[in-house]
């Protein structure tokens, strides 16, 4: 039972978009920039955003050299550098709206660590800077070998190393406080607990099932325009997307003394990880290990790529480092499909969605923002 005021201010509101990670975040900001004097609520099913956006390495997520290269298998090579061009621009938005301080962000640019098998590759090193000069305005990946003693990776292992220049690191967890900080600070409002059931759209306007919150029986919000932004989880309010989850394994070290390197790297096509933060080595992937077994949205520890990560850790990245403590272990789930493109569609007069980051999101999620907010225009 509500009351009349319950029922006058709560209930219906201009534009409703459900999930509150990054994408979702910034869906609200741009609808709100666009139209300041509609109404803007956020649902969230969590106490905060639990897919990938508050779990994620914090890579700037441009890509390494072997990842765009087995992504030109699979795309053609205009789509790759689309995709490329469009990480990039997503980037510079996040960073000009949310300002490099207050996310952490540094300009690090990485390292990719080249094992025997991966040398073959490094002859199209030089194609690739060509086809990314327009871009980039500069040679993107230049070789490193010379790096591979004082970042102390076991040399045996390691052949050489790839140096990208535009790749850069951010602090999680303050990039998802920032962006809900302007959201809040913008008027929008978020609903967190609550979990959206159905909806149901028709030509007044589109109707929520909802529950939670203090509310334990469902009931229904109403608003004229739905953005569903919940990656991995979709298939939930829109089944027949083609969205697969895809679990990412996550550890992070106990602080190290005197660890020999700083930044950020990558390792055979993107699949696994690593970074400094704080004196300790956060080391994720792992996923190509048991595709079938990652492609789920159980938020649960896959212990058999725990343990290879850790043994990755001290065999490959510090090899010279005795008795190396785990801290914590995490997973976070990803969305991804048959190529790396992300939706950003339509799917009625009135509902709209994004989803389908492949990982990307850090450097995605503002653009697509962006295009999915343009849609509700045309």
């Given at each position: 039972?509500?009351?009349?005021?319950?029922?006058?201010?709560?209930?219906?509101?201009?534009?409703?978009?459900?999930?509150?990670?990054?994408?979702?975040?910034?869906?609200?900001?741009?609808?709100?920039?666009?139209?300041?004097?509609?109404?803007?609520?956020?649902?969230?099913?969590?106490i905060f955003p639990t897919g990938a956006s508050t779990k994620n390495a914090g890579f700037a997520c441009m890509g390494s050299l072997t990842e765009l290269l087995d992504d030109a298998v699979h795309m053609p090579i205009e789509a790759v550098l689309q995709l490329f061009e469009d990480r990039k621009r997503g980037l510079e938005i996040l960073r000009n709206r949310l300002g490099d301080e207050a996310i952490g962000y540094e300009d690090t640019g990485s390292y990719e660590l080249i094992?025997?098998?991966?040398?073959?590759?490094?002859?199209?090193?030089?194609?690739?800077?060509?086809?990314?000069?327009?871009?980039?305005?500069?040679?993107?990946?230049?070789?490193?070998?010379?790096?591979?003693?004082?970042?102390?990776?076991?040399?045996?292992?390691?052949?050489?190393?790839?140096?990208?220049?535009?790749?850069?690191?951010?602090?999680?967890?303050?990039?998802?406080?920032?962006?809900?900080?302007?959201?809040?600070?913008?008027?929008?409002?978020?609903?967190?607990?609550?979990?959206?059931n159905q909806f149901e759209e028709s030509t007044s306007g589109v109707c929520l099932e909802v529950e939670g919150g203090t509310l334990s029986e469902q009931h229904t919000l109403r608003c004229n325009h739905l953005f569903i932004c919940t990656n991995a989880f979709t298939r939930q309010l829109l089944p027949d997307v083609d969205v697969r989850p895809g679990r990412g394994q996550v550890l992070i070290t106990e602080p190290i003394p005197q660890l020999p390197f700083k930044g950020i790297f990558h390792l055979e096509q993107g699949y696994y990880y690593f970074r400094e933060i704080a004196g300790r080595v956060l080391f994720g992937g792992g996923r190509n290990l048991d595709f079938e077994g990652e492609t789920t949205t159980a938020f649960e520890l896959n212990m058999h790529i725990q343990n290879e990560l850790e043994e990755k850790l001290k065999r490959i990245i510090l090899p010279s480092i005795p008795d190396i403590k785990i801290a914590n272990r995490w997973a976070g789930i990803m969305a991804f499909g048959p190529h790396k493109r992300p939706i950003v569609d339509r799917f009625g007069e009135r509902v709209f969605g994004v989803f389908r980051l492949g990982g990307m999101g850090v450097a995605l999620g503002s653009l697509v923002a962006k295009q999915v907010v343009a849609l509700n225009e045309d």
């Open positions: 039972m509500f009351s009349y005021w319950e029922q006058e201010s709560f209930f219906h509101y201009d534009y409703i978009v459900v999930g509150s990670g990054i994408v979702g975040l910034s869906v609200a900001i741009e609808l709100q920039e666009r139209f300041p004097n509609k109404s803007v609520l956020i649902l969230e099913r969590g094992r025997e098998e991966a040398l073959p590759q490094l002859d199209a090193l030089e194609e690739m800077n060509r086809l990314l000069f327009p871009i980039n305005g500069k040679p993107t990946f230049s070789l490193a070998p010379e790096k591979i003693q004082s970042f102390g990776f076991n040399s045996n292992e390691v052949k050489t190393l790839v140096r990208s220049e535009v790749e850069g690191a951010l602090h999680t967890g303050k990039m998802m406080q920032q962006l809900l900080k302007l959201a809040l600070s913008r008027g929008i409002m978020l609903r967190t607990g609550t979990m959206v």
